[in-house]
């Protein structure tokens, strides 16, 4: 079984900057690709980015030139940091990884953004 463990919410003035990280653990033998997706109030869970396990990295169109998604294949981690947050940024953020051919989620962590 793999477990996913979340940091890294929290509140955050417009225009301030967060780093989320994601720590994998478990019976792991190759992680796939690596990403963040978001959920607002009401809204659908939307994809924020995602890694791959080259490293080609995918980014949605709301977040380009603010958020970059790294991970760490030695720790079986992926961080998303995010720059000039924007209150349009409040959101429940999940980790999501996949050890083909299962997908895993974390629990989520809120993130919201002050304006």
């Known amino acids: 079984q793999v477990q996913l463990v979340e940091s890294g919410g929290g509140l955050v003035q417009a225009g301030g900057s967060l780093r989320l990280s994601c720590a994998a653990s478990g019976t792991i033998f190759r992680i796939n690709n690596m990403g963040w997706y978001r959920q607002a109030p009401g809204k659908q869970r939307e994809l924020v980015a995602f890694?791959?396990?080259?490293?080609?990295?995918n980014y949605a169109d709301s977040v380009k030139g603010r958020v970059t998604i790294s991970r760490d294949n030695a720790k079986n981690t992926v961080s998303l940091q995010m720059n000039s947050a924007k209150p349009e940024d409040t959101a429940v953020y999940y980790c999501?990884?996949?050890?083909?051919?299962?997908?895993?989620w974390g629990q989520g962590t809120q993130v919201t953004v002050s304006s």
């Open positions: 890694i791959t396990s080259g490293g080609t990295t």
């Open positions: 999501r990884v996949l050890i083909a051919p299962k997908v895993y």
